[in-house]
């Protein structure tokens, strides 16, 4: 049995559980408790706060466990990255007052800059060779310079509006984060075969996110010209139509070119194109 250390509530919450049941990882959710065994898979969750994820998985009381890039180098436990995840991306990046002009780091000389990452701060200051004081909060870290706490702050930027609605602007983005899984240095045999199951599942659910399969009716006069545009993942399928001269093609898009190639079909006199989504695709 493998446990797996997942955050309770908050911002990772929700993506790790659409993770775990596109997995096919059935949890009973009925019942609130902190630790919840699979009914079809050998793994058990146990919900945390995302600050306790990363011991957890070093000391082997869980043996994964999915948290924010930026709390895992926060906490510096030994464990190792198994897979990035691709969501929860935002920046840990320091911020100033905005009508203060910016001339470089050495701005930050002498300064008090507030953070709940002070590890992080702290390794990106002497890294940079600057002095400046690290002030450590909790939360409402933005809040700090207008109220007199600190000169600037160090805390994680998504879109920028808490930024903006505190006049404060981005000048340093120090590091980049994803949500990560994580893994226990020391697992037995048994585990890694589960473990390689549970990467296998979300590879294929991964790998589907972002693809539509596409369906279409095609002349076939204009077959060829249709697939040279259809980028597929070997070629597309084609089958005859009752109707003479005519024929459906079915095959794969990415969804980031998807307006463009559909644009391309629809002038090459595609008709009846049909998108529909893809759960799982093992390649
Ligand atoms: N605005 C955001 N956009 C994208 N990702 C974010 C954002 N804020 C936080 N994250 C990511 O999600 C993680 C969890 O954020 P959350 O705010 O839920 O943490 P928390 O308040 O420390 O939760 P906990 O109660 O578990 O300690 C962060 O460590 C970060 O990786
Ligand atoms: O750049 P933005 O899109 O504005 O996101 C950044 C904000 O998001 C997070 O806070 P959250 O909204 O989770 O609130 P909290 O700090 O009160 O938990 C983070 O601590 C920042 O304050
Ligand atoms: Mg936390």
Redesign the pocket.
Known sequence: MLRIAVQAK??LFEETMALLEESDIKLSTTKRTLLVQSSNFPIEVLFLRDDDIPQTVATGVADLGIVGENEFMEKEEDAEIIKRLGFSK?RLSLAMPKDIEYPGLSWFEGKKIAT?YPVILRNFLKKSGVNAEIHVIT????VSPGIGLADAIF?????????VSNRLKEVEVVMKSEALLIGNKNMSDEKKAVLKELLFRMNAVKTAEDKKYVLMNAPKDKLEEIIAVLPGMKSPTVMPLAQEGWCSVHTVLDEKRFWEIIGKLKGLGAEGILVLPIEKMIL
């Open positions: 908050g911002r935002c709940s939360g409402s870290v933005e805390d994680i930027v998504s879109s920028g509006s808490t930024l």
